[in-house]
């Protein structure tokens, strides 16, 4: 299979750039990431090219960033011709809008897992002990997930659809379990420590990815202690009356 001929793209100053790069268009504007979104395959076949395109371009994206990770790159790591890669994403960006949305949906999952609804009454400290390291874990294991985050915020600003998705869905859950565990907070107040809890953890996320490892373990021991202290006092202030 041969890839389809491109012409050269060029640079502001109208000079040709070399085969297959691409620099980055202007900033977009939050909707238009909706816009971006990748086609949905029709068959299992498909899903999996997908997925194999996808797993390409985050290792392109580990090792050059995503200002330098072309189309052609990403094919050639796929296995895959351009013009396979278009049937899927129209542009690049739908391919940076597929990897936002695929780390949204790790991320949610991570978060799932380490807040089931049985440790909803778990003591403070522990349970964001769970918490932050099921985060961390992700973010060591995944180093490419706080470069997509960045590419996607240069790309569409930090309104971006993925990243809006992400974020209302973990404080969805978050309002839920402020619901049951501290019934007699007010809806304002719940909307606010669910911002709180998720905002915080979401910024050490991004902090510890640009820190050394013994500096990033201490971020997020302070973290657990933080927030543990915040539920603390809550639980006391507005948890469960004692029947008693």
């Known amino acids: 299979m041969t890839a389809r001929t491109q012409r050269s793209p060029k640079a502001k100053n109208g000079k040709e750039l070399p085969p297959g790069a691409e620099h980055e ?3 977009a504007s939050p909707a238009a990431a909706e816009d971006e979104s990748p086609r949905e395959p029709r068959q299992d076949r498909g899903q999996r090219r997908v997925e194999e395109i996808l797993d390409a371009a985050a290792a392109v994206v580990l090792e050059v960033g995503w200002e330098a990770a072309t189309t052609q790159a990403i094919a050639e790591r796929a296995g895959a011709s351009v013009g396979s890669l278009f049937h899927f994403f129209p542009t690049r960006d739908a391919i940076l809008v597929g990897l936002g949305r695929r780390c949204a949906r790790a991320m949610f999952e991570a978060n799932e897992r380490a807040m089931p609804p049985e440790v909803v009454f778990m003591e ?3 349970l964001f002990d769970r918490v932050v390291k099921a985060q961390a874990e992700l973010a060591q294991s995944s180093p490419v ?3 997509i985050h960045e590419a996607l915020k240069r790309r569409f600003g930090p309104n971006a659809g993925p990243i809006c998705e992400l974020d209302e869905a ?3 859950r978050v309002r839920g379990f402020c619901g049951v565990r501290l019934p007699r907070l007010t809806p304002e107040q719940r909307e606010a420590s669910a911002r709180l809890m998720v905002g915080v953890v979401s910024l050490a996320m991004e902090q510890a990815a640009q820190l050394p490892q013994p500096v990033a373990r201490e971020l997020f021991s302070s ?3 933080m927030l543990a ?3 603390a006092a809550a639980d006391a202030r507005y948890g469960p009356v004692d029947p008693a």
Do not use: C, D, N, Q
């Open 229 to 231: 202290g915040h539920l």
């Open 145 to 147: 997930f706080s470069r």
């Open 124 to 126: 403070p400290h522990l």
């Open 25 to 27: 268009p202007a900033a």
């Open 223 to 225: 973290v657990t202690e």
């Open 170 to 172: 973990l404080y969805e």
